[in-house]
């Protein structure tokens, strides 16, 4: 979590006061697109560190026990039409409509609010399912990498409301629709974590057991393996 | 990104032609939108937005509709398509919703630089480690348990072992590579799964495919040779008594093998390792087809 | 809170002690990180003489086992995130601005913060010592060792959550001046005019925004597994320890060329400056850098041979760490091409870079040995391991940083040090380095295991680590000079004036000590080495070039000093150090570092709505 706060920390210029710089990219918005080139890493080794103990549980609930990815699919549609409303907020930004900004904000803020509810359903179930933190390999890579992604979705919901209640109030021009776009741009990351995530641990990996040998993904492998050897 | 079906794009050349004649108009053309290329400070609007909203909905329920028949579900097949669509989803939210296509190629460098070097940081350690390894690692393999689906109770919960319910710690050579598909944990003889297991032959002793111990002799081809290690003794006879008193007789460079070793070792290393008469049969008859 | 924070105007004073907590200014930022570093240096050099005294002799007692164990994971850890990574920090704060023609960094208050959360990280992975939970598992802390079940107590604890606090410094620092670098340039200063520093700075930035999210993972899952009872590295659940090698090596490689390419951007600034020639092949150097940088996410697996990745692997890694020393080697090349019929001027700084080169070709021929994997067998956690990181982090960062120091000196305190006692200081430490580390190389080869706490007699190592500990009290003693000439200096040192060394570099061309806003007028640059054209031409008209005249700084705007930083920072390690709270009730420590994540949160609601300085007298009206 603490990793995230880095990128709180936009400076408080206001926008008249806007620098010339080298490459006419703003600085904060240089900023947000090196900061998530930097959590792709983050999130990479988190996957990474998933993919690694993929199906090497050797207790349960294994994930074909207890993943449900219908209700996964629409949680992931939820945050999808989220990243959709976002956008448009930034578009009402952008031509200054400060009414419609707010209710698209709004409306972001309610269907991010959504998917985190599917997620603290998702988590609790699997409590009282039997899977804690502790029970396995699975669980310990699943919740701390869920979890990292939805400690990010609600930094960025918590990011939103501030905006939302900035534009309510409307001190001075601000939110300027850089402030918009910015939120925006990490709003959106979050939505394509959460696109990895989906297949790789839902689609693909919501139906492994415990390590078998006779998985298809094996015999491809041994495949490719006989090939070189 | 030419990602779009096709009426989408039929639908798009529409409205290009309508738009066609005010290039400078702050929405750009849905064509021209995805496909084409933007003059500065122009943007979608809703039209453009809700299009790629629906598409990428579109998508989800495919990638949803892949996995519904069972047969499908874990299977390799589908592990292809499933990449491909949420790559292309991916990129969607990037190029548009982010509007990396409309900005400076910098934004796009940095950003690809981290994503690039993610995938193959994960993509390293999945190979390294072997993700597609087909069995288990050797040390966790005999405690594999089953699960029992919905335990009803809520506050019943799973409890992890304590050290002392567990079996004997993994030794070293456990950590060795573990044995190629078919090994210990499908096809394999309970002499096998003994073996690599809770006798802890494969410490010390190499057999190709299944352990790599290097304190005690290689057991390769044990069967054939075994009969001619001490006169009197057949196969069976000469394994069984190297189980139960290893110190009977110690094999090395007069036998043919590469070296000569250690005498009174295994007998030493086996003190704490119970083994029942079923065992030691089973270890005898693995042991046996070894020719 | 909107209320709250709205009328708190910013701070407005520039001198005393509040000054200091509240700056924002790149100059005042990089002194106190120069200082903190010197800090922790001493510290770590104190935990390095226990070692040394413990090792002396034979079956010698001084210290027990554990606290050998925490000496040699503490010296680590010190020298490696709070002395060197700082010391890199310092130049680029201080220098980065000053040499691209900037006012500031990009985010000066991220910079402040930069700096407050390294500091407290670093006190609070010290604070350890008071309790007597001191880390003691290495400086790469190996699963399953750092398990909870075989590291009992807080030590690795504090370990675990101080580097994690360090991490968010060093990626601010990192996000800070990657940013600063691309979009801060002063007109005409394209990339490939800008000073060799700024390079390697740029680089090293983008290697820590990339290297520091996998060891943030790394120390998570660690956490995770001694906290929360996660199964990362517990074997018994089916958890691979290996994955934590990967993790942490994945992130260390990088991380030894975040030490390294400072230091040899240092060099590069100091080298032609003495040789009175451009550098030579500047392009070549510039992309061997990023070569490095490149290359370094593609040999992490060197430092695990042994643990049996198998033959590929190990071939594999052995191709790309002998590949790697290739863009080194240009490197070295290029300076002594530098220097070759250069007329060389060999002051204080010069010695140190030229100490840089030939002890950095010493350990990076080390390092091709071991990069060998079957001879590394023989090397792997032997003393000839520690010879090599000290031959390239002692005689390699060290070196180059000293050689910055004294480089730099006249234009941060506007004095001139003592030549003389300059050059003891180099030819002592020098002398006491060789006699240190190059008798371990033989040590190790001769069997003498690396963290050994002591050993018996009969193996014939006491003779060379006699050698060591009394090469360890030169370089002490070289220290000490060193002390006394950089204070003595201060005081009583002659006026340096701008640009003593003739060198080529904008921050020259302004007055020393700068002034606060570092240039009057936004320079323009016209080509590499921008000041020596200036001064190329104004000699060419028989003139010479002054300082930069002093303007009135009122009429600059200039970022103003920020109580958020520091407040925000203090909540961040507040986080850190809440997990660490033991007062007989477990679950205590979730809420109070709960409290850190609120101040924390409070701190950057105040920073992102703090007003702009010059208009606080309105925003206190205007705000709510």
Redesign the interface.
């Known amino acids: 979590m603490a990793h995230a706060d880095t990128t709180h920390a936009p400076p408080a210029h206001p926008p008249a006061h806007e620098e010339e710089t080298t490459t006419g990219i703003n600085h904060r918005k240089l900023l947000m697109w090196v900061f998530l080139g930097s959590d792709c890493l983050f999130f990479g080794s988190l996957i990474a560190t998933y993919m690694v103990y993929r199906g090497q549980s050797i207790v349960g609930p294994y994930p074909r026990d207890i993943i449900d990815v219908p209700i996964t699919t629409v949680s992931t549609f939820v945050l999808l039409m989220s990243s959709f409303t976002m956008v448009m907020g930034v578009a009402a930004a952008r031509s200054g409509n400060q009414k419609r900004l707010i209710q698209w904000l709004v409306l972001t803020i309610i269907l991010g609010g959504t998917f985190i509810g599917f997620q603290v359903y998702e988590f609790n179930l699997f409590r009282v399912e039997g899977l804690r933190y502790e029970t396995n390999l699975f669980s310990s890579t699943f919740f701390t990498l869920t979890g990292f992604h939805g400690a990010h979705v609600t930094l960025g919901l918590f990011w939103l409301a501030c905006l939302a209640i900035m534009a309510a109030r409307n001190p001075a021009g601000r939110p300027s629709d850089l402030d918009v776009d910015i939120a925006g741009l990490y709003w959106h990351f979050v939505d394509i974590v959460w696109i990895v995530i989906f297949t790789l641990l839902y689609l693909i990996g919501g139906f492994d057991g415990p390590p078998e040998a006779g998985h298809a993904a094996v015999q491809g492998w041994n495949w490719v393996t006989g090939l070189i050897s | 990104m030419s990602t779009n079906p096709g009426q989408e794009a039929v639908l798009a050349q529409q409205e290009h032609a309508a738009h066609d004649e005010h290039a400078a108009h702050?929405d750009a053309g849905i064509s021209q939108f995805f496909f084409g290329r933007v003059p500065e400070g122009v943007?979608?609007?809703?039209k453009q937005?809700?299009l790629?909203?629906i598409f990428?909905?579109i998508i989800?329920?495919v990638?949803?509709l892949?996995?519904v028949p069972e047969g499908l579900?874990?299977?390799?097949?589908?592990?292809a398509p499933?990449?491909i669509?949420?790559v292309i989803?991916?990129f969607c939210?990037?190029a548009?919703?982010?509007h990396l296509k409309f900005?400076?190629p910098?934004?796009w460098q940095?950003?690809v630089?981290?994503?690039v070097?993610?995938?193959?940081?994960?993509l390293s350690?999945?190979l390294?480690?072997?993700?597609?390894?087909?069995?288990?690692?050797a040390?966790?393999?005999p405690?594999?348990?089953?699960?029992?689906?919905?335990?009803e109770d809520?506050h019943?919960?799973?409890e992890?072992?304590l050290?002392d319910e567990?079996p004997p710690?993994?030794n070293p050579a456990d950590?060795?590579?573990a044995a190629?598909?078919?090994?210990a944990?499908?096809?394999a003889s309970p002499g096998q799964t003994l073996f690599v297991g809770t006798a802890a032959c494969a410490s010390c002793h190499t057999i190709q495919g299944v352990a790599q111990g290097v304190l005690g002799p290689p057991l390769d081809g044990i069967a054939s040779v075994a009969g001619n290690r001490i006169s009197g003794y057949s196969a069976e006879e000469y394994i069984r008594e190297s189980i139960l008193e290893p110190d009977a007789y110690t094999a090395g460079s007069a036998d043919g093998l590469s070296q000569d070793y250690q005498e009174g070792l295994m007998s030493a290393t086996m003190a704490g390792i119970v083994l029942s008469d079923e065992d030691v049969e089973a270890l005898v008859e693995f042991l046996l087809q070894l020719r | 809170m909107v209320t709250i924070t709205g009328v708190i105007p910013r701070p407005s004073t520039y001198t005393g002690l509040w000054s200091w907590l509240t700056t924002v200014d790149h100059k005042r930022i990089g002194a106190l990180y120069g200082i903190s570093a010197f800090f922790f240096f001493i510290v770590g050099g104190i935990e390095a003489g226990i070692m040394r005294l413990q090792l002396i002799t034979s079956d010698n007692s001084l210290v027990s086992a554990d606290w050998f164990n925490a000496m040699f994971t503490m010296h680590g850890t010190t020298m490696i995130f709070m002395v060197i990574m700082p010391f890199g920090a310092t130049f680029f704060n201080f220098l980065i601005p000053l040499m691209i023609g900037a006012r500031d960094v990009a985010f000066p208050r991220l910079n402040a913060f930069s700096y407050w959360t390294f500091l407290f990280g670093a006190l609070l992975m010290h604070a350890g010592f008071l309790i007597g939970q001191v880390p003691d598992a290495g400086w790469f802390s190996y699963a399953n060792l750092t398990a909870a079940p075989f590291s009992v107590g807080k030590g690795l604890d504090f370990w675990a959550l101080s580097l994690q606090v360090l991490g968010v410094a060093s990626l601010a620092a990192g996000f800070n001046f990657v940013v600063t670098i691309i979009n801060m340039r002063a007109p005409g200063m394209s990339l490939m005019r800008m000073p060799v520093f700024v390079w390697m700075t740029l680089v090293t930035s983008i290697l820590l925004v990339l290297a520091f999210p996998i060891i943030t993972v790394a120390l998570i899952e660690l956490t995770a597994d001694r906290q929360f009872g996660a199964n990362f590295f517990n074997t018994a659940a089916g958890g691979d320890p290996i994955l934590w090698q990967h993790l942490f090596w994945l992130f260390g490689h990088p991380e030894v060329y975040i030490l390294i390419l400072p230091a040899m951007g240092v060099v590069s600034e100091i080298i032609p400056t003495f040789s009175r020639k451009p550098l030579f092949g500047y392009p070549v150097i510039v992309f061997s850098g990023i070569v490095i940088a490149i290359m370094s996410w593609a040999v992490w697996s060197h430092h695990m041979f042994t643990v049996g990745l198998g033959p590929i692997a190990n071939s594999v890694f052995t191709i790309t760490t002998m590949l790697i020393a290739v863009p080194t080697g240009v490197k070295i090349f290029n300076w002594i091409g530098t220097m070759w019929k250069g007329s060389i001027d060999l002051r204080t700084p010069m010695l140190m870079a030229i100490g840089f080169v030939s002890l950095f070709i010493v350990g990076g021929l080390s390092g091709v040995s071991h990069a060998v994997s079957p001879s590394d067998f023989q090397q792997q956690d032997t003393y000839y391991i520690v010879a090599h990181i000290h031959y390239v982090l002692f005689g390699g960062a060290i070196f180059g940083i000293f050689a910055g120091i004294y480089y730099w000196y006249p234009k941060i305190t506007g004095k001139m040090y003592n030549e003389l006692l300059g050059k003891i200081h180099f030819w002592l430490m020098f002398i006491g380095m060789n006699l240190t580390f190059f008798p371990m190389h033989y040590a190790g080869l001769n069997g003498m295991p690396r963290r050994i706490y002591t050993y018996a007699e009969g193996f014939g190592w006491e003779g060379m680590n006699l050698l060591a500990t009394i090469g360890y009290f030169v370089i002490v003693i070289s220290l000490l000079i060193f002390i006394h000439n950089f204070f003595r200096s201060i005081k009583k040192g002659e006026e340096a004036g701008h640009d003593p060394w003739d060198a080529p570099t904008l921050e020259w061309s302004i007055s020393s000590p700068p002034p606060v806003y570092n240039f009057a007028e936004v320079p323009v640059v016209r080509g590499q080495d921008a000041y020596w054209i200036t001064k190329r031409e104004a000699a060419a008209r028989g003139e010479t070039v002054p300082a930069e005249p002093h303007v009135d700084p009122t009429t600059i705007h200039l970022p103003s000093p920020s109580y958020w930083p520091l407040i925000t920072s203090f909540g961040v390690v507040w986080i850190a150090g809440g997990l660490l709270i033991d007062v007989g009730w477990d679950y205590i420590r979730f809420p109070i570092s709960f409290v850190g994540g609120i101040i924390t949160i409070l701190g950057v609601i105040g920073w992102s709505l703090e007003p702009p300085a010059e208009e606080h007298h309105e925003a206190a009206g205007g705000h709510h």
């Not at chain 2, 579900?73 to 592990?79: A, L």
């Not at chain 2, 390294?128 to 690692?137: A, C, D, I, K, Q």
């Open positions: 702050e943007h979608g609007g809703l937005y809700s790629l909203a990428l909905g989800t329920l990638e949803f892949i996995i579900q874990g299977s390799g097949v589908v592990i499933l990449v669509l949420s989803k991916f939210v990037v548009f919703f982010m900005e400076n910098l934004l940095i950003f630089a981290g994503l070097l993610g995938l193959i940081v994960a350690l999945v390294l480690f072997g993700v597609f390894r087909p069995t288990p690692r040390f966790s393999e405690r594999i348990e089953p699960f029992e689906h919905h335990v809520a019943a919960v799973i992890r072992p050290p567990l710690p993994a950590l060795a590579p190629p598909a078919g090994g944990a499908a096809g």
